[in-house]
């Protein structure tokens, strides 16, 4: 987990444009921007992937949900429309292991994705 990446956002041990932040969850820029507007939520607990998830812990799924959508309005898009992406494990496109909501929007996408 030191060598976390995300955690190491959440600590604030590197440099990121923060865009939202509460008790549970921070979200910032993304550094590789896929669409006009892309933001990272992570929850500050690590947990490495969606799969990882507990009956007990939905809540956390449910979170970064909610945030996504106080973002995309926040940020103007969310009325012409946005993705939520999570990805899990590698061939499902994650490359940091750390559970993460991509927010993307400020574009028209399509399908399916890739």
């Known amino acids: 987990m030191e060598q976390c990446i995300f955690c190491r956002v959440v600590k604030k041990e590197l440099p990121s444009t923060i865009l939202y932040e509460d008790e549970e969850t921070v979200a910032f820029k993304d550094i590789n921007p896929q669409a006009p507007f892309h933001a990272v939520i992570v929850p500050k607990r690590h947990i490495e992937r969606v799969s990882d998830l507990k009956d007990d812990q939905t809540t956390v799924a449910a979170k970064l949900i909610q945030v996504g959508n ?10 012409k429309g946005y993705r939520l992406v999570i990805n899990c494990n590698r061939d499902g496109g994650q490359t940091v292991y750390h559970l993460h909501l991509h927010l993307l929007g400020g574009r028209p996408f399509h399908w399916p994705p890739g």
């Open 70 to 79: 106080r973002l995309a309005r926040k940020e103007g898009v969310a009325e």
